[in-house]
């Protein structure tokens, strides 16, 4: 059954009434919140992540303050915003690479498993789209044997069973960038961010995208995507904006 709206709570100061104006840097922060069914939800309700009053500043630069969410395990979680309002540093703040400046994450027991699929994916390039996708799981302890499989399914998911032996080098961006995303969910983290996951790719690609980070929430992955693809926002359970202008 469809929900019947995105709970809307505004946060900080601002708007985009009438018509468009130059950007002005502040913060607004519009939450959408509702469950998908589709989604899975599989271990709702056990909040993995409690994120209250964050701020980040760089500089005499506020890129967002007073943020205050929660992730639970297989909810899919959408952060959109203009390019430079600060998805990718809240993703990195999530992950432990970046400080915030204000407030503070509270994770259920440890920081636990986070995979993180960056914008731009660092992969081995002269090693196979298999191999770079093998490491995770491998790394992990499991036997080769496993990780090969798990590894090849995730590549056919994607569309790129037939790139599994090609080195990354040879591949296009939009090939690299899905072996990136099958990295960071082949061994089903407890959490995964991902940075743009969608960004350049066609729309079959899009949708096997999709439909593989569906399938990690289904399975209890919370998934925080940092997008401008209108499209995998709205079919994300929550959606966090991140706004430029202030009045
Ligand atoms: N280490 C840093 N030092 C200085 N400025 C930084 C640093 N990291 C990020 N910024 C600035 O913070 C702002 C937000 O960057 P961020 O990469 O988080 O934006 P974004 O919303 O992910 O943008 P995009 O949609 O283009 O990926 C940018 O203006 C960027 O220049
Ligand atoms: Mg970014």
């Given at each position: 059954m469809r929900p019947s709206g995105p709970r809307q709570a505004t946060l900080g100061c601002g708007g985009h009434q009438g018509k468009p104006r130059r950007p002005r840097r502040g913060v607004r922060i519009i939450e959408h919140r509702r469950k998908t069914p589709g989604w899975g939800n599989r271990g709702a309700d056990q909040v993995l992540l409690t994120v209250e009053g964050l701020g980040k500043s760089i500089g005499s630069r506020s890129?967002?303050?007073n943020l205050t969410f929660t992730v639970e395990a297989g909810q899919s979680l959408a952060i959109v915003g203009p390019s430079g309002s600060g998805k990718s540093t809240l993703l990195s703040i999530i992950a432990g690479f970046t400080d915030p400046s204000s407030g503070e994450l509270r994770f259920d027991g440890s920081r636990g498993h986070i995979e993180w699929a960056p914008q731009a994916s660092p992969l081995l390039s002269r090693r196979t789209a298999l191999d770079n996708v093998m490491l995770p799981t491998l790394i992990r302890g499991a036997d080769p044997g496993a990780a090969r499989m798990h590894a090849s399914k995730t590549l056919d998911d994607l569309g790129l069973g037939a790139f599994a032996?090609?080195?990354?080098?040879?591949?296009s961006g939009g090939e690299r960038q899905r072996v990136g995303v099958a990295r960071a969910v082949v061994s089903r983290p407890r959490m995964l961010l991902a940075d743009e996951p969608t960004a350049s790719l066609d729309p079959y690609s899009r949708t096997a995208v999709i439909q593989t980070l569906r399938r990690c929430t289904q399975e209890g992955t919370a998934v925080i995507i940092a997008t401008h693809d209108p499209i995998v926002a709205e079919q994300c359970d929550t959606r966090l904006d991140l706004q430029l202008d202030m009045p």
């Open positions: 890129l967002f303050m032996h090609t080195p990354v080098y040879r591949l």
